[in-house]
């Protein structure tokens, strides 16, 4: 499902074509997209790893799941070596940067063991790991990060992101209540928000689930709508 698969869809239910509603629909669907910045689930997860004791954060980087370092020696040679299984390390704690710089003054090396944000000279937004040790049990290691991924904005019809290839169904919703909030029709606003926020709750409760099973989460919907809809961290 794309950006101009929703607007067709919002439309519908809207039954209004007015030029001013479709002219502010790019609006009225970021605004919905907003709203799922609070949803925490594996389907909006990425994991990404570096080697060394600095971290640039990825662009679409929204908030951190969980941080550790993970050691790549291969025992049978003593070598680094990417395709040999990795051993995890426990979990880095996160600190101030504050902490951080001070701590860095008297870093004599050793397993890295905390965390902090800061940017670098080109207003990066990096991680920093702490001691800054280089070498874990004679081997190199990597810093592994899972987050969850702040999706693009959408402008074009041919735009897409998780929300939409993942949830296409709580966008519709979302989309469809703040559409008539736009249009200061309450009544109807208030219907569709009550199902917006009761497909939510669904895939929140999904996702917890998930997260012990392993894999994503895709999560349909509950309601049925007219015949003809679209088919629906």
């Known amino acids: 499902m794309n950006f101009g698969e929703l607007k067709t869809a919002v439309l519908g239910y809207l039954q209004n074509t007015d030029q001013d509603l479709i002219d502010n629909l790019p609006i009225i669907v970021n605004r919905t997209q907003e709203r799922l910045r609070t949803l925490k689930v594996p389907a ?8 060394g004791p600095e971290f640039t954060l990825p662009p679409d980087f929204e908030e951190i799941k969980e941080i550790w370092i993970q050691s790549e020696r291969n025992p049978a040679t003593g070598q680094y070596d990417e395709d040999y299984p990795k051993s995890i390390l426990p979990h880095l704690r996160p600190v101030s940067w504050q902490q951080m710089t001070q701590w860095l003054e008297l870093d004599g090396g050793g397993r890295p063991q905390y965390f902090a944000r800061t940017r670098d000279e ?3 937004s990096i991680l920093r790991v702490f001691p800054n040790g280089t070498q874990i049990d004679g081997g190199q290691w990597s810093i592994e990060m899972t987050y969850y991924q702040k999706p693009a904005s959408v402008v074009n019809d041919s735009d897409t992101n998780v929300y939409f290839t993942e949830f296409f169904d709580l966008m519709l919703y979302g989309s469809v209540a703040e559409g008539y909030r736009w249009l200061r029709t309450e009544d109807k606003m208030a219907v569709w928000e009550e199902m917006f926020q009761g497909l939510y709750q669904d895939i929140v409760i999904a996702g917890r689930a998930k997260d012990y099973q392993g894999g994503t989460v895709t999560t349909g919907s509950p309601y049925q709508a007219d015949a003809g809809r679209p088919a629906g961290w």
Do not use: H, I, L, P
């Not at 909006?44 to 080697?51: A, F, I, P, T």
């Open 122 to 124: 080109s207003n990066n």
């Open 44 to 51: 909006k997860e990425k994991r990404v790893y570096q080697v």
